[in-house]
């Protein structure tokens, strides 16, 4: 497929290099009894490694060039021509009890998209191996405190555990990005949480680093829940949001659940 060249308007970086394909499908280590869904095949560089494991592999591509040549060249795997970010995943679990496992060298414009998806379908995720920009891979798995720490690290580390496997060089991708990537693995924690729940303890964390430099007091004030009185919580509100660990953010959507607003809509 060297005639198919990666376009900019769906952020391809084809992967090359075959070291770094082998490290990966070690990181993933498909199992025969696996569904796994790989996010943006491209030219099948991914593919060609998961589809000798004789796992069941669903390929989805938004990219319309590449479909025909994937189906011909591998048989076995499944080729949804769509944009991930609205494919139903629940299609993929019917009738079955397997988890899915999700993997790709996903575009980086829609990294935080991405992630947001897997964390509203973690029930029926088992767990991830994505391609993303380092700096981000950073923030992912970051300790509360640190100067990474934020939105992506306190989500994916309160409903997953999280992974830094490898750093990757912008030598190993056609073209080459300006940044460094990284290699994640995200492995989803099967706990039971209802909607509502998940809901608002992704609104709280958004609202707690909406205004980072700032106060709890200050940035849930200005945010959605500035009709709510927080000092019932047992949450000092004169600290940031950086100094709060997983467990005070379920405090307050817990309290928040218990305290809601006027418009349930929120």
Same mark, same amino acid.
């Given at each position: 497929?060297?005639?198919?060249?990666?376009?900019?308007?769906?952020?391809?970086?084809?992967?090359?290099?075959?070291?770094?394909?082998?490290?990966?499908?070690?990181?993933?280590?498909?199992?025969?009894?696996? +569904?796994?869904?790989?996010? !943006?095949?491209?030219?099948?560089? %991914? *593919? &060609?490694?998961?589809? $000798?494991?004789?796992? #069941?592999?669903?390929?989805?591509?938004?990219?319309?060039?590449?479909?025909?040549?994937?189906?011909?060249?591998?048989?076995?795997?499944?080729?949804?021509?769509?944009?991930?970010?609205?494919?139903?995943?629940?299609?993929?679990?019917?009738?079955?009890?397997? +988890?899915?496992?999700?993997? !790709?060298?996903?575009?980086?414009? %829609? *990294? &935080?998209?991405?992630? $947001?998806?897997?964390? #509203?379908?973690?029930?029926?995720?088992?767990?991830?191996?994505?391609?993303?920009?380092?700096?981000?891979?950073?923030?992912?798995?970051?300790?509360?405190?640190?100067?990474?720490?934020?939105?992506?690290?306190?989500?994916?580390?309160?409903?997953?555990?999280?992974?830094?496997?490898?750093?990757?060089?912008?030598?190993?991708?056609?073209?080459?990005?300006?940044?460094?990537?990284?290699?994640?693995?995200?492995?989803?924690?099967?706990?039971?949480?209802?909607?509502?729940?998940?809901?608002?303890?992704?609104?709280?964390?958004?609202?707690?680093?909406?205004?980072?430099?700032?106060?709890?007091?200050?940035?849930?004030?200005?945010?959605?829940?500035?009709?709510?009185?927080?000092?019932?919580?047992?949450?000092?509100?004169?600290?940031?949001?950086?100094?709060?660990?997983?467990?005070?953010?379920?405090?307050?959507?817990?309290?928040?659940?218990?305290?809601?607003?006027?418009?349930?809509?929120?």
């Amino acid at each position: 497929m060297k005639n198919v060249l990666p376009l900019k308007r769906f952020g391809q970086n084809y992967l090359t290099d075959p070291n770094i394909l082998n490290k990966i499908i070690r990181e993933i280590n498909p199992l025969l009894d696996d +569904l796994i869904i790989e996010i !943006g095949p491209g030219t099948g560089a %991914l *593919t &060609s490694g998961l589809s $000798f494991s004789g796992a #069941e592999i669903i390929s989805i591509e938004i990219d319309k060039r590449v479909k025909e040549h994937l189906t011909e060249k591998f048989p076995n795997v499944k080729f949804l021509n769509e944009d991930f970010l609205k494919t139903d995943l629940q299609q993929f679990a019917s009738g079955t009890k397997k +988890l899915l496992r999700i993997t !790709g060298n996903i575009p980086y414009n %829609l *990294t &935080s998209p991405i992630l $947001f998806k897997l964390i #509203e379908n973690s029930i029926l995720v088992n767990d991830a191996v994505l391609m993303v920009q380092y700096e981000v891979a950073k923030r992912i798995t970051a300790a509360c405190g640190s100067k990474d720490y934020g939105i992506l690290s306190v989500l994916l580390n309160y409903f997953a555990e999280t992974r830094l496997c490898f750093k990757v060089s912008p030598n190993v991708f056609y073209p080459k990005p300006k940044v460094y990537s990284a290699v994640i693995h995200i492995f989803m924690k099967q706990f039971q949480v209802t909607g509502e729940m998940k809901k608002t303890f992704i609104q709280v964390v958004k609202a707690a680093f909406g205004k980072r430099r700032k106060t709890l007091k200050n940035s849930l004030g200005e945010s959605i829940f500035d009709d709510v009185n927080f000092y019932g919580s047992g949450i000092d509100l004169s600290l940031r949001a950086e100094q709060l660990e997983l467990k005070d953010f379920e405090r307050l959507a817990l309290f928040l659940l218990n305290h809601p607003l006027p418009n349930s809509d929120r």
